[in-house]
């Protein structure tokens, strides 16, 4: 069974930084796609960023792009999402998803397979 564990989250200063990692057990993920999504209270899910687990592919919400860097370490299974230039629009619970094709998992229930407890990342203004 697919199992998801996210850690990294905390408190930090608007302007600052935060690593997430996702370590991800239960299968070989080759072939898989790993996302990043959050979620503040009361709103949808949204998609943050995503990767091919055998490289080459990576994209990001419009968001996020030039201040958030999504990377893997397979021999570690575990995907990162490096998180600069925080803003406090940023603060919401990030979860890591992972779908078993390749260029999926964007769209959140839709397209992702297996999804991690999530993390809370919380930027002060």
């Known amino acids: 069974q697919v199992q998801l564990v996210e850690s990294g989250g905390g408190l930090v200063q608007a302007g600052g930084s935060l690593r997430l990692s996702c370590a991800a057990s239960g299968r070989t993920f080759s072939s898989y796609t790993m996302g990043w999504f959050r979620q503040a209270p009361g709103k949808e899910r949204e998609f943050v960023a995503n990767i091919a687990w055998s490289g080459g592919y990576t994209s990001y919400a419009d968001s996020v792009k030039g201040r958030f860097t999504i990377s893997s370490d397979n021999a570690k299974n575990t995907v990162y999402l490096q998180m600069n230039s925080l803003k406090a629009e940023d603060t919401d619970v990030y979860y890591c998803?992972?779908?078993?094709?390749?260029?999926?998992?964007?769209?959140?229930?839709?397209?992702?397979?297996?999804w991690g407890q999530g993390a809370q990342g919380t930027i002060s203004s």
């Open positions: 998803a992972a779908a078993s094709r390749v260029r999926s998992c964007s769209q959140g229930s839709a397209d992702c397979d297996y």
